[in-house]
């Protein structure tokens, strides 16, 4: 049969985990700013969403006493989405524990939230569309499993009464729900993937196979004798309330599956082939679990093996309840484009799949930690890591597919890293798969030559690292030098982009030796101000949005503060005052121009800069002078690189500043480089700056920050990079054991 009836929808949802760990409670809805936001609803209506998944979180509303709620924040949110015309899916609990009074494994958890849920259901009759707890079965195991999340425990026995609790607490939440709402519909929500394993492990393996379903196998009362997990939840005594919840079954009206690149995993024996961080255990077995896409050859069918696995199992319609790939900005893209996609071609084999959800469309803090720590911002839909929320290229590629449109960004023509073989971080692990698969792995977009980024700066470091980071991303790109591109001749200019129909242009070329430009200062107002002018001006004739690079020493070093991109520019030198004046020049040209401004570049992967410097003399056993009165913030290239082209994707325009955010002097810089390649800190020696020979007046402190959006990672961060990569070559243990 063909699933005709109803029409594939967009929903979206903001991550609104409120999880406990220890005493401390984290909330994604304020570390995000949406709760102080309301505006960031009529955001989300452009994109076309027919429904949202929102909160009206237990632990907000009654954080101290079941008896005192505050609805103001769900009250506010709710009304504008009637006004919207958007319907409200609530959730009544997020990967939480509860409030202070309770916790997931207390006997009154379940109660308790069907009380919330009464409330909440008193308050908003209207609303029909319930997720009372979500992903049962994977909160339970983060929290009473492996111990990240409040109760903290490790024990199998806690890790069932936590689910059976989260079970109880939905089918008593339903029951409460529909004394006031008899038309309520129950979205069940579950992370779902398939545990892959080598032989020796299989039996791990297909034990998590079966587990994996045990949320939604409970609401739909079918563990009963015979089911493959009865005997072993009988055995830690809980048979009564297996026969109580068999009893008395909520099945859901919709199966929500939430399917991440980190869903389908790998359980391997051969420890030697992994990173120890990856090792461990079942208590009977030591093994490696990580993610099937990273290590699988053929690659695992993933989110279309999910769905039609639910489907098969459950003949419930499906909804797709949260698509977020944490990464950068085209592959974020395509891994929704893609879900949307799979989506499509399985209602046409007659999977009834309803809705595919743009989940954290605010992005999130702390995924890398598993919430256990501050952790890093990833961007949603929007990046709200200024404190607003700009739009990203997901808002267009959205809105074109709630409006049944092709999206048509360059970079969909691309494959996803799981696609490629960059998803290959532990070599190749065989799976038994048809022919078609080990010739083909994952079906690829249709081939075709998608319009390329032109970048131009072959020769230079900023330009190789940019193909290097587009070719890493499959990004279509054209890389040019002088004789290709000539930007002190116009006509060169208009060959190069009429032959090259760029979707964009990155301008990576100009002048970089800012003590030979005060020499030669015709050289350097020509490279960096009339050509860089000439290239943006030529851009916006065609409508063809332009990038350009610019740099600290446009600032004279007084503010006394850090930098932002309203500050005026104030250069002490020739080199400053050419990227003052293409600054100027171009922020005053018509079109989209986007001008980045950067700072003290550095970079495994090019000798001539300061950090490289730095890893040379102290591998030689040379001491190094270093400035200890100027204050930088260094930009290690490969982000900034990877920084710049999401900004590129998403059209953005103007003054940005890009660089790895911490402020410190050469001195400083140049012993944390020390520290991290494990080389002798002793050997650097503060001096003066003007004592090491500098022909152009350097400023004493021009530290970037930024008002628009702080896209890279720590300083700390890039130094682990850099610091990784020389290790990776033998840079620095070789020299340093020569």
Not at 458 to 471: K, N
Request: hydrophobic share 40%.
């Amino acid at each position: 049969m063909e699933v005709r009836v109803y029409k594939l929808e967009l929903w979206g949802g903001a991550e609104c985990t409120v999880n406990r760990v220890g005493d401390v409670w984290r909330d994604q809805l304020h570390e995000t700013g949406h709760d102080e936001r309301p505006a960031d609803l009529d955001l989300f209506a452009r994109l076309g969403i027919a429904a949202l998944r929102f909160p009206i979180l237990w632990e907000r509303v009654a954080p101290e006493r079941p008896d005192l709620c505050d609805w103001r924040w769900t009250d506010v949110g709710l009304a504008r989405l009637s006004d919207l015309a958007i319907r409200p899916i609530a959730g009544l609990i997020h990967h939480g524990s509860g409030p202070r009074y309770t916790d997931l494994l207390a006997h009154d958890f379940a109660t308790g939230l069907a009380r919330h849920a009464r409330a909440a259901a008193e308050r908003y009759p209207w609303i029909i569309d319930w997720t009372p707890v979500n992903e049962p079965l994977t909160t339970a195991r983060f929290s009473a499993l492996y111990g990240h999340w409040y109760p903290h425990r490790r024990d199998e026995r806690c890790f069932w009464t936590a689910l059976l609790n989260q079970v109880d607490a939905t089918r008593l939440a339903m029951e409460e729900i529909r004394r006031v709402q008899p038309a309520a519909r129950l979205i069940q929500t579950e992370d779902l993937g398939r545990t892959y394993a080598t032989v020796s492990v299989r039996e791990q393996a297909a034990f998590d196979n079966v587990r994996r379903w045990m949320s939604w196998d409970l609401l739909y009362g079918r563990v009963v004798p015979g089911h493959d997990l009865w005997k072993r939840l009988v055995s830690f005594g809980f048979e009564n309330r297996l026969r109580a919840i068999a009893d008395a079954p909520c099945p859901p009206d919709i199966i929500g599956v939430n399917h991440y690149l980190t869903s389908d995993r790998l359980l391997d024996h051969r420890l030697h082939r992994y990173p120890a961080t990856l090792r461990g255990g079942n208590g009977r077995r030591s093994f490696v679990d990580t993610e099937a896409a990273r290590a699988l050859q053929p690659p695992p069918p993933g989110l279309a093996l999910a769905l039609r696995d639910a489907w098969q199992r459950y003949r419930t319609p499906l909804a797709i309840t949260e698509v977020h790939n944490g990464c950068t900005r085209e592959e974020q893209m395509r891994w929704t484009a893609d879900a949307w996609h799979t989506s499509r071609e399985l209602r046409d084999e007659g999977v009834d799949v309803r809705a595919v959800t743009s989940w954290a469309l605010l992005g999130g803090r702390g995924w890398n930690t598993l919430l256990t720590a501050e952790g890093r911002y990833e961007a949603g839909v929007f990046d709200v890591s200024a404190g607003y929320a700009r739009a990203t290229a997901l808002v267009p590629l959205l809105a074109s597919l709630a409006a049944g449109e092709k999206p048509s960004h360059p970079v969909l023509s691309g494959a996803g890293w799981w696609r490629r073989d960059i998803r290959l971080h532990h070599g190749r692990v065989p799976r038994p798969a048809p022919l078609q698969q080990h010739v083909r792995g994952w079906p690829r977009p249709p081939i075709h030559a998608p319009p390329p980024v032109l970048i131009t700066g072959a020769t230079g470091t900023l330009g190789q690292a940019l193909a290097a980071a587009c070719r890493h991303r499959d990004i279509a790109f054209v890389l040019t030098d002088r004789t290709q591109l000539d930007l002190s001749d116009p006509r060169s200019i208009d060959i190069a982009l009429d032959t090259c129909r760029p979707w964009s242009v990155i301008n990576a070329a100009g002048w970089v030796r800012v003590d030979d430009a005060e020499v030669e200062i015709d050289a350097c107002l020509a490279a960096n101000m009339a050509a860089a002018k000439s290239l943006a001006a030529a851009c916006a004739q065609r409508d063809i949005p332009s990038t350009t690079f610019s740099s600290d020493l446009v600032f004279d070093g007084r503010a006394g503060r850090s930098y932002v991109e309203a500050d005026r520019p104030a250069p002490l030198n020739v080199y400053g005052r050419s990227k003052a004046q293409a600054e100027q020049a171009i922020g005053a040209l018509p079109g989209r121009h986007l001008i980045v401004r950067t700072a003290a570049f550095f970079s495994p992967f090019d000798p001539h800069n300061f950090a490289v410097h730095v890893v040379d003399a102290l591998r030689e056993g040379r001491v190094f002078h270093a400035a200890e009165d100027q204050v930088v913030t260094p930009t290690y290239v490969p982000h900034l690189c990877n920084a710049v082209l999401d900004l590129v994707i998403d059209e953005a325009d103007g003054v940005w500043h890009l660089t790895n955010t911490e402020a410190l002097t050469w001195a400083e810089f140049a012993r944390r480089i020390a520290q991290r390649c494990d080389l002798n800190a002793e050997l650097i020696i503060p001096v003066a700056g003007r004592t090491l020979g500098w022909r152009a007046t350097r400023p004493a402190s021009t530290p970037l920050a930024s008002e628009r959006g702080m896209l890279m990672p720590t300083l700390s961060e890039a130094l682990d990079c850099f610091a990784i990569e020389l290790r990776s070559r033998g840079v620095v243990d070789r020299r340093i054991a020569a």
